[in-house]
């Protein structure tokens, strides 16, 4: 698994978040006040830096949460580009003293307007072009966005040859399906929810997943989509295989983020020029060490690459005919 080269990746974040985090104090405070850089975005452009990626991370920063976002990204060593907005990012308070996540405040993102989405997407154009993988990541709330801006996204790139790698739910998934994504990330809940499994078994998840890369008319169609199942192995799915992506049970400090550092470990290991069981496997890595700890899109590359040399990939009998070995494709 250990490979030096070191991919650009472009990680679109449309709603960075200010995280505050009360946690138990040590030896010289009884309570600690953590602040970050947070939301799906940040989380993942974390991860993908931890793995050894040269990172650009583009979003919109505004307002006092904004300033502060920004600086706290770059001090993470992130390339940050950043989309000026009349209003604000959103920001969290949760409490953690007590072992468990408590949110006490939250303030929601502002709707970026029509220039500032305009700016959002030139700015993720370009700098997607010089890269070699991009990976989008929704919105929260989602109608901070329109779900068309993911899909020319997906579509303009895809015209121009690079790689994408998404985590999307809802409208947006279904136009960055619709484009023709590389990779889609989608966990087993999101698709229940978006009607596209009858329910959470492997067949039903699976039946879904395989109508996402149904290639359309004009041949669109998405090359791989991992399904996400919280403890329970992850599902890749691909036109010539469905595979179980099983990694070692580990104790869990803190479920958040763990499918976010799926979707980087994914995108470097594409931007890497891996193939798709490849990635999964350190995607899976990646995912599986972050639930170890309490930093969101934290870790160690070079614990999570010997990990990702423990996860079993490996085919799953859903009564087709696939014809093919487990290789990579």
């Not at 010289?28 to 931890?50: I, N």
């Not at 700015?123 to 929704?138: P, S, Y």
């Not at 594409?270 to 990646?286: F, P, S, T, Y």
Request: net charge negative.
């Amino acid at each position: 698994m250990a490979v030096s080269r070191s991919p650009r990746v472009c990680v679109v974040a449309p709603t960075p978040i200010l995280t505050l985090t009360i946690e138990s104090g040590s030896q010289d405070h009884d309570t600690e006040l953590h602040v970050h850089p947070g939301g799906q975005g940040l989380w993942v452009a974390r991860m993908a830096y931890s793995l050894g990626a040269d990172v650009v991370l583009c979003g919109p920063f505004g307002g006092e949460t904004g300033t502060v976002l920004a600086h706290l990204a770059e001090k993470e060593n992130l390339r940050v580009r950043s989309i000026g907005t009349a209003g604000s990012n959103g920001a969290y308070l949760h409490d953690r003293r007590g072992g468990e996540r408590h949110e006490l405040a939250f303030m929601p993102p502002s709707r970026l307007d029509r220039h500032e989405i305009d700016d959002l997407y030139g700015t993720a154009l370009v700098e997607a072009l010089d890269a070699d993988v991009c990976v989008i990541t929704g919105a929260f709330p989602a109608t901070v966005l329109p779900g068309s801006f993911f899909g020319r996204l997906v579509g303009d790139l895809r015209a121009a040859g690079i790689k994408t790698v998404a985590d999307l739910s809802g409208d947006a998934a279904r136009e960055a399906v619709n484009a023709g994504v590389d990779v889609l990330k989608m966990s087993h809940t999101e698709l229940v929810e978006a009607k596209l499994a009858e329910d959470d078994s492997v067949p039903a998840l699976t039946d879904g997943a395989r109508r996402l890369i149904q290639p359309r008319g004009d041949g669109r169609g998405v090359g791989a989509v991992m399904v996400s199942r919280a403890a329970d192995p992850g599902l890749l799915v691909t036109a010539a295989h469905v595979r179980e992506v099983v990694a070692p049970s580990v104790t869990t400090v803190d479920h958040r983020g763990a499918g976010d550092s799926m979707t980087a470990g994914m995108a470097v290991a594409v931007g890497r020029g891996l193939g798709i069981a490849e990635a999964a496997r350190l995607g899976a890595a990646a995912g599986a060490l972050n639930v170890t700890r309490r930093g969101l899109g934290t870790g160690h590359r070079e614990q999570i690459e010997r990990f990702a040399e423990q996860i079993s990939v490996h085919e799953v009998d859903d009564g087709r005919d696939s014809g093919a070995s487990t290789g990579d494709e």
